[in-house]
């Protein structure tokens, strides 16, 4: 495991020039002003007084997305000096991780963490340091890999998305759950997406059915009918997991 000064340094420095994230965000602002919509439907109050905080965002289209659509106030935060640069220039509040605490205890009403958890050392602590900045009631959308339920045993099989030196965590849709648990949120949508029949058929011998129904059947009413029966309970096998969580 990298120390936070290495983690720090990476992101700041190379991450976000190595993968193209210019490019990246911009080519995907058309789905943002969906997913905003897809947002702020499970929130309350009107648009126009809610702020959304974007944990991680890069350079930041969403948020610029989410200043057209008429949210009231926008944060973003990111390590990437270019992406806070960027936003600044659009008007948009950018705040390095290290800045956090500029932000007012329960005052945001949606965040928002895209790939980003699994970056981190210590996910749970990041968590829960944005929690502490929402509202009761606000939402939190966390999407990241996601890994079906699997037996313990030993495979010649590797996993999907496991990038080093990106990627120092990786969830399964029980351990995201408890991850949310114990930041204080109520998983209230989980759903995965993207090549789930692919990963079912990979991980046939491996997957254990018996203990995910065991111990997700809860979540059976909280899936997405888009993605299939393979993407929803008690599988959970596409390769991208997306959840929707409630402050309580």
Known sequence: MPNEEEVTRYYEQQY??????EEIQESIREY?????????????????EASLLDFGCSFPTFLEEAK?????RVIGVELDEAARTRGQSLGLTMLHPAEIGEVESQT???????HTLEHHIDPLAILCGVVQKLK????????????????????SKGLMDAVWPEHLHFFSPISLRVLM???????????THQNADAVVSKYARELDLAYSVANLRDLECLGNDLFGRNANFPAFAGENGAAYGLKE
Request: hydrophobic share 40%; proline share 3%.
């Open 108 to 114: 945001v009403d949606a965040a928002r963490f895209s």
């Open 181 to 191: 648990e114990r930041a204080g949120l109520r998983l209230v949508s989980f759903f």
């Open 32 to 48: 943002y002003r969906s997913h905003l919509d897809e947002l702020f439907s499970w929130g309350r109050g009107r648009r126009e």
């Open 16 to 21: 976000t020039a190595d993968h193209q994230q």
């Open 136 to 155: 009761r009631g606000a939402v939190v959308y966390l999407t990241q890999p996601s890994f079906p339920v699997l037996a313990a045993q030993t495979s």
């Open 68 to 72: 057209k659509a008429g949210v009231g």
